[in-house]
């Protein structure tokens, strides 16, 4: 028997004003759509703004629906949305933000794991690392180099051969 220890890196700066210019505006996207998301539900808001490479933005932000299960979460909206509008455009860089009406989100908020395998998806397709950058309401914010920072046994289409 072996154990093996998985690790990972990821760069914690202050708050948002300490991000590098281009993560501030794009985690600003992010801040805007998160608030028209649609979440009457469990009060939580989470926006999205995906950086493609040729420098569009695309935006995406929860949409909750009363069948749980049908509700869609910001960074796929996003991601999605990206892949529809810009299809073969690579995916550089998602800011990511959430907030509550019940309490202060004061901790970087990350993606579920349907999200960490669509993005790993898109990550595997495009041939290149999608870097992600966290944030709730206030606080800290996190950046990842690559996703499978936060997903490193993804399940991908090696599997289906």
């Given at each position: 028997m072996k154990k093996?220890?998985?690790?990972?890196?990821?760069?914690?700066?202050?708050?948002?004003?300490?991000?590098?210019?281009?993560d501030q505006q794009l985690m600003r996207e992010a801040i805007k759509a998160r608030g028209d998301a649609y979440a009457p539900y469990s009060n939580f808001q989470v926006g999205a703004a995906v950086l493609l490479e040729n420098g569009s933005i695309v935006i995406g932000n929860n949409q909750e629906n009363a069948s749980y299960p049908s509700g869609l979460c910001a960074e796929r909206v996003a991601v999605f949305?990206?892949?529809?509008?810009?299809?073969?455009?690579?995916?550089?860089?998602?800011?990511?933000?959430?907030?509550?009406?019940?309490?202060?989100?004061?901790?970087?908020?990350?993606?579920?794991?349907?999200?960490?395998?669509?993005?790993?998806?898109?990550?595997?397709?495009?041939?290149?690392?999608?870097a992600l950058v966290l944030m709730g309401e206030t606080g800290e914010v996190f950046k990842c180099d690559s996703l499978v920072d936060i997903l490193p046994l993804a399940f991908d289409n090696s599997f289906l051969k």
């Open positions: 093996r220890q998985i690790a990972f890196e990821l760069t914690v700066f202050d708050s948002l004003k300490d991000l590098p210019v281009e949305q990206a892949g529809a509008k810009y299809p073969g455009v690579a995916i550089r860089t998602i800011a990511i933000t959430a907030t509550s009406k019940n309490y202060a989100v004061d901790t970087p908020a990350a993606p579920c794991g349907n999200c960490r395998q669509s993005i790993a998806e898109y990550e595997q397709k495009q041939h290149s690392p999608i």
